[in-house]
């Protein structure tokens, strides 16, 4: 079969994700990827093989037109392949991917891969309940030392980077899961490229991208997702991706993928991947619908306090805003002048948005994080990131704005 004729120009991001690396002539044919579903690989000499085991255990580079065999479905597969090329075109300057099985899945590989025993890594405050699960449950009793800093707090920030001893990793959560706080991404570049050895500064972009906000443009070395939300966009699977500027970085987090098998599964990269074309779409249609809502509630006498990017009063939250964002995104969060009963309630009383964790998907959800995704946190903790009971998270699908925005009004309305 000949082989399908590529654009000799560069392709931007939207097309790209529909053309780059993915070969149908592999695929008999096939205009979209197939899945191939098997766990392991015929190879075609025990040359090919060695050569293959070779280059997998680092021990050997590939030459740039070498074609080398896939072994193992733990190491890789041509659907971890495809996506991960056409990740690629998402995110700028970034240059590899890694693909992994859930969100936290990724997270762990990170830390697992660049922090040991004894070296110390820098965490903004709050993040996803998850990671924070992570550090206290596993990071720290294996002996990794957790910095945490407030989110938003840049000074804090460059502080704790410039004075950590043996820092490895500086990992910002931006904007913070359930709060929304921001946290300056080109200043923890900026800070940790002052050591004599630069740590890696990793950014959770769970939140904004990649439609919204790209960590790689400002400096950071690995933008992480939880694949579940927003790249995959409906609610039906998990699913974890990192992203970086070296593919070398990438090769490294492949490695321990290997170790650990938590690749993300054929099935699940065939998935994924049919989504990527429409995130933009999706991310697009669910921003507007937020900030329609947003703005039409914002004065309503239940809510004590919004937490929602274009709302931000605090002129070094505006200023980082404006300097990485291009909008504010589809989540908000509101904090209920009647406390917990009155966010219980509001969650009760919604018929169009769901009581449910997560985010990101075509559908409305709404959650009360401290007794679920943050119930981890100690009160203390709780309320020193804002988690607080009465704040009620909410993520806003692509439904008519107007029918939401009338769930939530009545919601409020009964509390109010
Ligand atoms: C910001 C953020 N990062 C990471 C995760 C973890 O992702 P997953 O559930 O895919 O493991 C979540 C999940 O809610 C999240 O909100």
Redesign the pocket.
Known sequence: MKKPDRPSYVVRPRTAVLTRGYDPTLSVGSARPAVFRSSTYVFSSPEKAERAFLIALGKRQPTPEEDVELIYSRLSHPNAEILEDHLVALEPHAEAAAVFN???AA?STVFFTHVRPGQSFVITTPA?G??HHLIDQLLVPMGLRAIEVPAGDTAAMRAAIASAEDLRLVFV?TPA?PTLRMSDIAAAVEAARARPEPPLVAV?N??LGPRFQHPLLHGADLAVY?A??YLAGFSDM???VVMGRDPAVIDHLRGTRAILGNILQPDECWMLDGRLPTVELRMSRQGKNAARIVEALKDHPAIARFHYPSLFTDPEQIRIRDAQCTYPGALFAMELRGGKSAAFEVLRRLRIARNAV??GGVESLACHPATT?HSEMSPEAQEAAGVTQSLVRVSVGVEDWRDLLRDLQEALDAVG
């Open positions: 859930s969100g936290m997270i996803y998850g990671t959560e899961n959770d769970t939140f939880s579940t939300k998990l699913g974890g997560s985010l995704t």
